[in-house]
Nanobody, 113 residues
Framework: QVQLVESGGGLVQAGESLRLSCTAS????????MAWYRQVPGKERERLVL???????SYAPSVKGRFTASRDNAKDTMYLQLDNLQPEDSAAYYC???????WGQGTQVTVSS
């Protein structure tokens, strides 16, 4: 089963940026639809963006225009650029593989006001 490892989270101030990475240990990454989700304790996991194998994207309205997803299939890695972060963006961020139905362990993003 594929292993997904997220990185890049941290503590930032409102208005700052972060870049998250998700590296997959699978030879099928280049054919796998992937997604970024986030979750706040006590709430359901929220899908932020779906990214197809060729890099086509579909964003949730809550993050469209602020977050940008991309992928590098040669590196089995996808990215999520988080710009103009706000306190309400504080959450654990996860990557997900639709092909393998696998989740990463998550990376925490905390935004202070």
């Amino acid at each position: 089963q594929v292993q997904l490892v997220e990185s890049g989270g941290g503590l930032v101030q409102a208005g700052e940026s972060l870049r998250l990475s998700c590296t997959a240990s699978t030879i099928n990454f280049s054919k796998a639809p992937m997604a970024w989700y986030r979750q706040v304790p006590g709430k359901e996991r929220e899908r932020l963006v779906l990214i197809g194998p060729s890099g086509t994207t579909s964003y949730a309205p809550s993050v469209k225009g602020r977050f940008t997803a991309s992928r590098d299939n040669a590196k089995d890695t996808m990215y999520l650029q988080l710009d103009n972060l706000q306190p309400e963006d504080s959450a654990a961020y996860y990557c997900y593989s639709y092909t393998d139905n696998s989740w990463g362990q998550g990376t925490q993003v905390t935004v202070s006001s």
